[in-house]
């Protein structure tokens, strides 16, 4: 089954604690992504990648950061954790021939204290 | 940048034809236009794509015009179960990358009985 696995799924950690959410797909795509998700917001965009070692940033990539070191993971890593950064995050991918059909994740919610 | 604009709500009735439109002046020449459901706490998932004129599916219709500045999600004989927030993607043309993929605000669709 084609899938975007996120991990954990909920989390409650508190300021400055690193901490690292992963993110797998199973279906070879060479994108992936990561969003927040805040309400009022809708979806912004964190990171993106276009391949294995190729990443960009998106419109809020301030205090994450990411790897992409094989193709089907993207861990997203926050540092150092700040309580505007309890959201909700998806992970996703797309084969860049589909156009922008977009895979998400279950989502991770995160709350930083 | 691209930016896309939605109205932020909607109301219809069970058995009504609903029409959601989309603004997105800066749309790059090779994108596509794609449309995603979401409901509460879970991922988007993809509804219907296309590139110009007008594309049909199972579940919705979705009409660009010639310009492609706009487009138009229509969502024939809507039930309760079709109450959730709507989004319209688009690829962001600015310094020529369309990787950075941005969502619109969305459009609650919320239907009563």
């Known amino acids: 089954e084609a899938q975007v696995t996120q991990n954990p799924r909920y989390l409650i950690t508190v300021t400055g604690k690193k901490l690292t959410v992963t993110c797998s797909q199973n279906m070879n795509h060479e994108y992936m992504s990561w969003y927040r998700q805040d309400p009022g917001l809708g979806l912004r965009q964190i990171y993106y990648?276009?391949?294995?070692?190729?990443?960009d940033k998106g419109d809020v990539p301030e205090g994450y950061k990411v790897s992409r070191k094989e193709k089907r993971n993207f861990p997203l890593i926050l540092e150092s954790p700040s309580p505007n950064q309890t959201s909700l995050y998806f992970c996703?991918?797309?084969?860049?021939?589909?156009?922008?059909?977009?895979?998400f994740g279950e989502g991770s919610w995160l709350t930083v204290v | 940048l691209a930016k896309t604009t939605q109205p932020i709500s909607m109301d219809s009735y069970e058995g009504q034809e609903v029409n959601i439109t989309c603004s997105h002046n800066n749309i790059a020449t090779n994108d596509y236009i794609t449309w995603y459901q979401q409901f509460p706490s879970q991922g988007p998932r993809f509804i219907i794509q296309?590139?110009?004129t007008k594309v049909t599916n199972e579940v919705a219709s979705l009409f660009i015009p010639a310009d492609r500045k706009s487009s138009t999600l229509s969502l024939p004989r809507v039930s309760l179960s079709d109450t959730a927030v709507y989004y319209c993607l688009v690829g962001d043309n600015y310094g020529g990358a369309t990787n950075k993929l941005i969502f619109g605000t969305g459009t609650l669709l919320a239907v009563q009985p």
């Open positions: 296309g590139y110009k």
């Open positions: 996703a991918s797309r084969q860049v021939s589909s156009g922008n059909t977009i895979y």
């Open positions: 990648s276009m391949n294995v070692e190729v990443t």
